[in-house]
C-alpha cells in the first residue's frame, strides 16, 4: 500500500527524467510492483507522474527481466515482448494461457 502512496505521491511533473521515455504499464499496484522489482534487479527506474519509467536502452533487458520472472504484470507489455524479440507471439500465448 505504501508504494501505492508513493506512486501517488510522486505524480508531479519531474523534468530530469525527461530522459526515461519508456513507461511501465498496469495498474498502480502492478506498477510499483514492477518499479521495485525492477530496482532490486539493478535497473535504474525513475519516477513521471504516477509512471515507473526506463531509458529506452534499458528496456530490451528490463522487460526481459519481467517476462522471464514473471513479475506482476508482465501480461501488459506483449508488443514490446515481441517487437524486441524478448518472446514470440505463441510463448506469450502459451505463458498467458491462451493455447
Not at 10 to 18: I, L, T, V, Y
Not at 21 to 34: R, V
Request: aromatic residues 12%; hydrophobic residues 30%; proline residues 2%.
Amino acid at each position: 500500500m505504501s508504494d501505492i502512496i508513493d506512486l501517488l505521491s510522486s505524480a508531479k511533473n519531474n523534468e530530469s527524467n525527461s530522459d526515461y521515455k519508456f513507461y511501465l504499464s498496469g495498474d498502480l499496484c502492478q506498477m510499483a510492483e514492477q518499479k521495485d522489482f525492477l530496482l532490486l534487479h539493478g535497473f535504474d527506474v525513475a519516477q513521471n507522474g504516477v509512471y515507473p519509467s526506463l531509458k529506452s536502452e534499458d528496456v530490451k533487458s528490463a522487460l526481459g527481466t519481467i517476462w522471464s520472472h514473471r513479475c506482476p504484470g508482465w501480461w501488459h507489455y506483449e508488443e514490446t515482448y515481441c517487437k524486441k524479440k524478448i518472446c514470440t507471439k505463441e510463448e506469450f500465448d502459451k505463458a498467458l494461457g491462451r493455447t
